[in-house]
C-alpha cells in the first residue's frame, strides 16, 4: 500500500507559478511510475503529466506542454509538478497517483493504482 500526500496548491493570478509536491509514504514508490491528473467542477479527471519510475521519460497534455515540468526524487520518495505561466484554465484539483508497473509509463487514469486526496490550484484572471 502507498500513501499518496499533495501539496503546494494556492490562489495565483495568471502568469504565475506554483510548484506542487506528492510525497509517498513507501520506498517501493521509486520502482513506480507516476502521474498528475486534474480535474475541475463538472469536467472528467484529465491526464496532466507523467514520469516514469527512474525520471528518464516524461509526457505531458499538450494543453500543459511547455509550461508544466514533471520530476521526481527517488530520494525523498517525492514527485513534483512545476507549473509556470499559469492560466485561469489550469483552475482544478490536481491528483498525484502511482502506477506500480515498471513497463509502462501511463496517461489513463485507470491504469493507476494509488491515488493522494488532491490538492486546489485556483488561478485568477
Known amino acids: 500500500q502507498v500513501l499518496l500526500v499533495e501539496s503546494g496548491g494556492g490562489l495565483v493570478q495568471a502568469g504565475a507559478s506554483l510548484r506542487l509536491s506528492c510525497a509517498a509514504s513507501?520506498?517501493?514508490?521509486?520502482?513506480?511510475?507516476a502521474g498528475w491528473f486534474r480535474q475541475a467542477p463538472g469536467e472528467e479527471r484529465e491526464f496532466v503529466a507523467a514520469i516514469d519510475w527512474s525520471g528518464s521519460n516524461t509526457y505531458y497534455a499538450d494543453s500543459v506542454k511547455g509550461r508544466f515540468t514533471i520530476s521526481r526524487d527517488n530520494a525523498e520518495n517525492t514527485v513534483y509538478l512545476q507549473m509556470d505561466s499559469l492560466k485561469p484554465e489550469d483552475t482544478a484539483v490536481y491528483y498525484c497517483a502511482a502506477d506500480a508497473s515498471r513497463l509502462r509509463v501511463a496517461v489513463r487514469a485507470v491504469e493507476y493504482d494509488y491515488w493522494g486526496q488532491g490538492t486546489q490550484v485556483t488561478v485568477s484572471s
Open positions: 513507501a520506498r517501493t514508490f521509486s520502482h513506480y511510475a
